[in-house]
């Protein structure tokens, strides 16, 4: 694969040599994202003890950029190891691999990155320490480019998902954007190439409670980066989607067509080319929810409809403020293409399956996990009550009232509409598709 060009959004985690010309010794310099947005600040943290506190505290955060962070954690590391021959070498290795893993658990690209480093070494049993050392440091490199690169490509086959006009809507949760990964992000990765090719997507942010990435993080790289962006609260998700598609889903399945609401002559002028509104103002237009159905009164559909229709493809009218679709990224998907995401994500997925708003999840290669069945056993990271008691600093319930705070929720594969990932979009049935996915990256 070509390398694919950095958005210019943002240097999320990135690998700062000592010396220009010398790869060792250096710094891992990342942004403190707990102080965003009120401020952009970049630090280097020099010891792997530091690099764990920055994963565990969400400085660095986001499935692809704590599996780039904890491999450039590991050459840290290493890099002034003391360590006489490869034997001893390879057990220091080890036990800071098995630390930085132990700083979060639910993102497999984590475990992904630093196995990665160690496999790589292992074919090298025979280099010395000096030479280990700076074959760290170039995989944690590649890793770093890799993502950058299946980041673009997710953005690209995203975009295939995305109906072709001005102003596409789009919910998304937490931030799967250039501050989660190397860069683009993934979810967002599809936002970043639909402006890029004209689009201006409309994106409608949840907040994310507890830890706010969705208003702190995703609102701001957004913003920054010149992309229409509208800040909601999570529980506002039912709403926006619900009363935004007022009157306005048209859901084509087959030959049949339903409604959930009464306005829909505006619907269909703004769909219908004008010399079929006659037609279809005589159709006998159901209401009253996702059941209703109707055959077309045409033998096909008319073309502006045609053009849309995708087999259980819910398309809607679009006017600028729709939501058209929800795009999330993922910490985890298991073999049957449950996904793990941002706690909340569940919660969006559930909406979306109602008013019939495609779901799709953005992910890497590093984010799947075949050896786990099912999403039940995708283990989920549970965090510090006060994050939900005392919302930065501030008391936001009783101070001895249990608060129960889990960071991730699993997304039962039902709910998920395709998967996008750097060779292309997955769709049901998962088990055979992510299977196929999985075999086809094995070197032959
Ligand atoms: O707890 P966080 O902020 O690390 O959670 C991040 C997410 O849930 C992202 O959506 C996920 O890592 C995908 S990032 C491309």
Redesign the pocket.
Known sequence: MESAKKSGVIDTVRWVPDTPDQALPGTVRIIEQTLLPSELRYVNLTTVEQVWDAIKR?AV??????GIAAAYGLALAMQHSAAADVPAFMEELRRHAAYLISS?PT?VNLAWAVNRCLAMLDQHADSAPGRLKLLLIEEAHKILQEDIDMCRSIGEHGNSLLPQTPNVGILT?????AL??GDW???LSVVYVAQERGLSPRVFSDETRP?L?GSRLTAWELHRAGVNVTVISDNMAAQALGSLQDGCVIRISERKWTTKHKVMSQALEELEPAGEKALNRECDIPTGGSKAAATLPWSDPPPVWAAQRKPNYATRVMKEGRINCVF????RIAANGDAA??IGTYGVAILAHYHHIPFYVC?PSSTFDPTLASGELIPIEQRNPDEVRRGFGKLTAPADVPAYNP??DVTPHELITAIVTEHGVLRPPYNQSIAAFISALKPS
């Open positions: 969400l955060r986001g499935a692809p950029a704590i979060r993102a949760h937490c931030n799967a954007g989660a990964t992000g993934t979810a830890l990435q999330v990224g993922s910490d995401n941002k992910a960071a991730f």
